[in-house]
């Protein structure tokens, strides 16, 4: 693999090859692109980009959730992932389905510029847990690759989430490392578990202290083929699996790397959970409580479990004035950053959002809307 100045140098400036992935739709549990019809594309009127303004200032909005596929990525798995991928009941996406067929990088880019959106962090849903190392390494290396290819080509708009093989956590580890000194990745998106294991086992030790030692992010993502529950009980109306599913998988990884002492072996280590952290914010006084209320069963750790979430970063994925408010004042307003979770529609307001809030400062919403995920993400706003 070539370093980073030799890769950028070999980028085209087209960086074909990478499209935009709804991450609740049936395909994007797989995360592959459905490749658009390119003469179909019909051309994206230029319109004014919105501009933020808190308290008189112009300022920078960085959105750290949004999702893309590689479509090559396809004819590494598509005759195994229906037999081996965790597919349950639905149906799988392939390079002749157009549903949900999502426009071109023009289309993409009025889209921010409408939402307020300075700059994205893009990132792929694991779809690969279930790969054998070889193929793996194939899929994650040809995933970063193009990611990094896209973002060198848009380097103003756009910042690079990295894939890894967690499944085999020393390659996770040799991925990671890659991906920020040779690729420029800012960071990786993992799922809330890994085929049934909680990232707090201790074989993923290494895969937490290489991301501390690196001080890279690490975007948490539900899965819903992890989510812990009967999964009878996630079918019917409602779209369960996902409404309910991915933020109750995102609550059990978070409380797992808190109350099996994951946070406090790499104290240090920055995670950021999609969908506001699941149901973890609104309910976390209860692990507290058990300190008391069952002793024997509920271990003390360094800290009491809620001050833990004062160590983890949030998105903006959530729906209410008073749900923002509510996930501010428990965690603070420098843990919290804008997620669109585009291209779906779960907020394509997130400006909106959030300047309704109540009770926040000018500071905090500047914060909230592009410093604490610039810091993350190490770039310049």
């Known amino acids: 693999m070539p370093n980073r100045r030799e890769f950028l140098k070999g980028v085209s400036t087209t960086a074909a090859g990478i499209f935009f ?25 230029k319109r004014k980009p919105r501009e933020v303004v808190v308290g008189g200032r112009r300022v920078k909005v960085v959105d750290i959730h949004a999702h893309v596929r590689v479509p090559e990525a396809w004819d590494l798995v598509k ?29 993409h880019l009025a889209d921010l510029d409408e939402m307020g959106i300075d700059v994205q962090a893009l990132s792929i849903n694991p779809f690969w847990y279930w790969a054998d190392e070889d193929l793996a390494r194939k899929i994650i290396q040809l995933q970063n690759e193009k990611i ?17 093989a967690l499944q085999h956590p020393s390659l996770a580890v040799e991925q990671m490392e890659d991906g920020v000194k040779k690729l420029g990745m800012r960071g990786f998106a993992i799922g809330g578990s890994v085929n049934g294991d909680d990232l707090s086992d201790p074989k993923f030790h290494p895969f937490w202290a290489k991301a501390e030692e690196l001080q890279t992010l690490i975007f948490i993502h539900p899965q819903s083929a992890g989510t812990p529950i009967d999964e009878k009980r996630l079918k019917g109306n409602g779209f369960l699996d996902n ?3 991915h933020p109750l998988e995102t609550t059990l990884a978070l409380t797992h790397l808190i109350q099996d002492g994951t946070l406090d072996l790499f104290p240090r280590v920055k995670i950021c959970a999609a969908h506001g952290g699941g149901y973890l914010p609104s309910y976390s006084s209860r692990n507290d409580q058990c ?9 003390p750790l360094k800290k009491p ?54 009770g926040l400062k000018d500071e905090e919403r500047i914060s909230i809307f592009g410093n604490n995920a610039a810091k993350l993400l190490k770039i310049s706003v």
């Not at 779960?346 to 959002?353: A, C, G, S, Y």
């Open 148 to 164: 990094a290819e896209f973002c060198a080509a848009h380097p103003n708009r756009f910042a690079g989430l990295g894939s890894v």
């Open 21 to 45: 992935s709804s991450c609740c739709c049936a395909e994007s549990s797989f995360g592959f692109a459905l490749e658009p019809r390119q003469s179909a594309a019909q051309p994206v009127a």
């Open 79 to 107: 005759d195994r992932i229906g037999r081996e991928g965790r597919a349950g009941d639905v149906t799988l996406a392939s390079p002749d389905n157009p549903a949900n067929m999502h426009n071109d990088v023009e289309k």
């Open 243 to 245: 409404v309910v599913g």
């Open 305 to 358: 479990p809620t001050e833990y979430l004062r160590q983890l970063y949030y998105d903006s994925v959530l729906f209410t004035p008073e749900d923002m408010r509510h996930l501010i004042a428990v965690v603070g307003p420098s843990q919290v950053v804008v997620g669109t979770d585009y291209p779906t529609l779960w907020n394509r307001t997130p400006v909106d959002r959030i300047l309704a809030v109540p």
């Open 291 to 299: 300190l008391i209320a069952f002793p024997n069963l509920c271990k």
